[in-house]
């Protein structure tokens, strides 16, 4: 006889990267390239008590120019990932073998520098007209 069960996997955002509500009701749905990114600093793999890895909530990313997905943001990059899209929002599921995954972008707001995953220098980002519209706060108490 066969027993069917049901399981479910709740992931919950770490946002302490965010430093205010403003933009988080118009976020926009993308589609990261797992592959460009690093496993440990961007994202968590799945495990025998987790079976859904995740991309984490405030990744720094890009829009590479070729393919249209994203990477990770890299300001000495020359496929597009040198202008900063926005920061990924909400932790993002996937499943073992994924290449890529659906997210929401967070490309406008303020944010604790500090809290970024992997960590950003907002020194090094040049402005750019299609560029995230992003106010980062480098001194804050937590």
Do not use: C
Not at 1 to 14: H, L, N
Not at 36 to 53: S, W
């Amino acid at each position: 006889m066969i027993q069917p069960y049901t399981t479910s996997v709740t992931v919950t955002a770490d946002r302490d990267w965010l430093a205010s509500r403003h933009g988080t009701d118009s976020t926009e749905t993308i589609t990261l390239d797992l592959t460009k990114l690093a496993k440990g600093t961007h994202y968590a793999e799945p495990t025998a008590g987790q079976p859904y890895g995740y991309v984490r909530s405030g990744v720094p990313v890009g829009r590479i120019t070729a393919s249209g997905l994203y990477g990770p943001y890299d300001p000495a990059a020359e496929d597009g990932r040198e202008v900063l899209a926005g920061l990924v929002y909400a932790e993002a599921a996937f499943t073992p073998g994924a290449t890529n995954v659906p997210a929401a972008l967070f490309w406008h707001g303020t944010v604790k520098t500090a809290k970024i995953p992997g960590g950003i220098d907002p020194a090094k980002i040049a402005y750019n007209p299609a560029g995230a519209q992003i106010r980062f706060l480098v001194a804050v108490s937590t």
